[in-house]
């Protein structure tokens, strides 16, 4: 039996990170990875909001594509443009990126097991797969939505289904600084997007409580009706899985702890986990560590901890939103819509918006007026009584 520090379960792009920074630190780490190649199959929509440069490395190498803006489209494709003059978003190589994670990790001085599906863990520091045994002061589970760790103190996850093509024109159709997000009842609170990698390549995809049959449906009709996929061309086709986020989900027990999507770290507005995930990794790296050093496993609780109290408001106003979402028919929508556009919101989203803190523009919503037009007065009061 193999001993180490810390063995991490799933060597994706948040537990090569967490790998890399307790490497780092000098501990003696492992990544037992179920794949054969990392970042495969693509299971993202790849844009990640401009604070990943703060948050994480981010070469310019596996950045496809800069955005700026947004089209939102209601169902009857009444439509708001929002915006900023610098740039918000980058659109990635998603398993150029993770393969370039996985290898810094290495770099550091973990260990990369590929090919290598845990088919047994206890909350003791235990490991088991086909080909090896493994003991660890701490085990991480970074293995998604489907986490086998943790099976081991959950309920069974909830989780979306994800779709997405990569489609190619055979003229230039696209604007690069700008993505599509199209909602409706059908789907929510899940929606549709377009990003851009270049002005004739683009993926379009979305989330909802639908099979994947069933969001394929909506994909083809989302490109028969709009006129920029008119005779695009379906590349590739992907699918996956987004865990719906769950406040009352454990995320540390005994030995173990869980982080990404495995821990449902995920925006409940937007599905998107990786910039929270890295987040994380580092808050957990900082944890771990005390914990090897001190020989103290009591130290895995402050990661708990810190992680409520950097992220639980954000998260709880997002939760609302999400409410807000799911409560509406098409025709709220449209009435919406109408009403944000009358009310300015356009100018008051492109200086407010961030696609990963909605706080910030539900606060200034609140404060001009807005929201009350827009949603029911318990959900509003809802919404304020966060902040009390």
């Given at each position: 039996?193999?001993?180490?520090?810390?063995?991490?379960?799933?060597?994706?792009?948040?537990?090569s990170t967490f790998?890399?920074?307790v490497?780092?630190?000098?501990?003696?780490v492992v990544?037992?990875?179920?794949?054969?190649e990392?970042g495969?199959?693509l299971?993202?929509?790849?844009?990640?909001g401009q604070?990943?440069?703060?948050?994480?490395v981010?070469?310019?190498?596996?950045?496809?594509?800069?955005?700026?803006g947004?089209?939102i489209?209601?169902?009857?494709?009444n439509?708001?443009?929002v915006?900023?003059?610098n740039?918000?978003?980058?659109?990635?190589?998603?398993?150029?990126?993770?393969?370039?994670?996985?290898?810094l990790?290495?770099d550091?001085?973990?260990?990369l097991?590929?090919?290598?599906?845990v088919i047994?863990?206890?909350l003791?520091?235990?490991i088991?797969?086909?080909e090896t045994k493994?003991?660890?002061?701490?085990i991480?589970?970074?293995?998604?939505?489907?986490?086998?760790?943790?099976?081991?103190?959950?309920e069974?996850?909830?989780s979306f289904?994800?779709?997405?093509?990569?489609?190619?024109t055979?003229i230039?159709v696209?604007d690069?600084?700008?993505?599509?997000?199209?909602v409706d009842?059908?789907?929510?609170?899940?929606?549709?997007?377009?990003?851009?990698?270049?002005?004739?390549t683009?993926?379009?995809?979305?989330f909802a409580?639908?099979?994947?049959?069933?969001?394929?449906?909506?994909?083809?009709?989302l490109?028969?009706?709009?006129?920029?996929?008119?005779?695009?061309?379906i590349?590739?086709?992907?699918?996956?899985?987004i865990p719906?986020?769950?406040p009352?989900?454990k995320?540390?027990d005994?030995?173990?702890?869980?982080l990404?999507?495995?821990?449902?770290?995920?925006?409940?507005?937007?599905?998107?986990?990786?910039?929270i995930?890295?987040?994380?990794?580092?808050i957990?790296?900082?944890?771990a560590?005390?914990?090897?050093?001190?020989e103290?496993i009591?130290?895995?609780?402050?990661?708990?901890?810190?992680?409520?109290?950097?992220?639980?408001?954000?998260?709880?106003?997002?939760i609302?939103?999400q409410?807000?979402?799911?409560?509406?028919?098409?025709?709220?929508l449209?009435?919406?819509?109408?009403?944000?556009?009358?009310g300015?919101?356009?100018e008051?989203?492109?200086?407010y918006?961030?696609?990963?803190t909605q706080s910030?523009?539900?606060?200034e919503?609140?404060?001009?007026g807005?929201l009350?037009?827009?949603?029911?007065?318990?959900?509003t009061?809802?919404?304020?009584?966060?902040?009390k």
């Amino acid at each position: 039996m193999k001993k180490y520090d810390i063995a991490v379960v799933g060597a994706g792009p948040v537990g090569s990170t967490f790998a890399r920074y307790v490497a780092d630190n000098g501990l003696n780490v492992v990544m037992v990875e179920k794949k054969r190649e990392i970042g495969i199959p693509l299971q993202c929509a790849g844009l990640l909001g401009q604070k990943i440069k703060e948050i994480n490395v981010l070469p310019d190498e596996y950045v496809l594509n800069q955005v700026r803006g947004a089209y939102i489209h209601s169902p009857s494709n009444n439509m708001m443009k929002v915006g900023k003059e610098n740039v918000q978003a980058y659109v990635i190589d998603r398993v150029g990126y993770d393969k370039y994670l996985a290898n810094l990790a290495v770099d550091s001085g973990a260990e990369l097991l590929m090919n290598h599906k845990v088919i047994h863990s206890d909350l003791n520091g235990c490991i088991e797969t086909k080909e090896t045994k493994i003991q660890a002061d701490i085990i991480v589970g970074a293995d998604g939505h489907s986490s086998t760790l943790s099976n081991n103190f959950n309920e069974k996850p909830r989780s979306f289904m994800a779709a997405q093509y990569l489609i190619e024109t055979d003229i230039p159709v696209f604007d690069l600084e700008n993505v599509h997000l199209h909602v409706d009842d059908l789907i929510s609170p899940g929606f549709l997007w377009t990003i851009p990698l270049t002005s004739s390549t683009a993926r379009i995809g979305l989330f909802a409580d639908m099979n994947y049959t069933e969001l394929n449906n909506v994909l083809a009709k989302l490109m028969a009706t709009e006129p920029m996929f008119k005779n695009a061309r379906i590349i590739q086709k992907y699918q996956g899985y987004i865990p719906k986020y769950d406040p009352k989900k454990k995320i540390v027990d005994e030995k173990t702890i869980l982080l990404g999507d495995a821990a449902s770290q995920v925006k409940p507005t937007t599905g998107g986990g990786l910039l929270i995930g890295f987040e994380c990794a580092k808050i957990a790296a900082e944890c771990a560590t005390k914990a090897v050093e001190m020989e103290d496993i009591s130290y895995l609780k402050e990661y708990e901890n810190q992680i409520s109290k950097r992220f639980r408001n954000e998260l709880r106003v997002q939760i609302e939103v999400q409410k807000i979402f799911e409560s509406m028919n098409n025709q709220d929508l449209d009435e919406m819509f109408t009403k944000l556009k009358q009310g300015n919101a356009e100018e008051l989203i492109s200086k407010y918006g961030d696609m990963d803190t909605q706080s910030t523009l539900i606060k200034e919503m609140i404060k001009n007026g807005l929201l009350f037009s827009i949603v029911p007065k318990l959900l509003t009061r809802r919404i304020m009584g966060l902040w009390k």
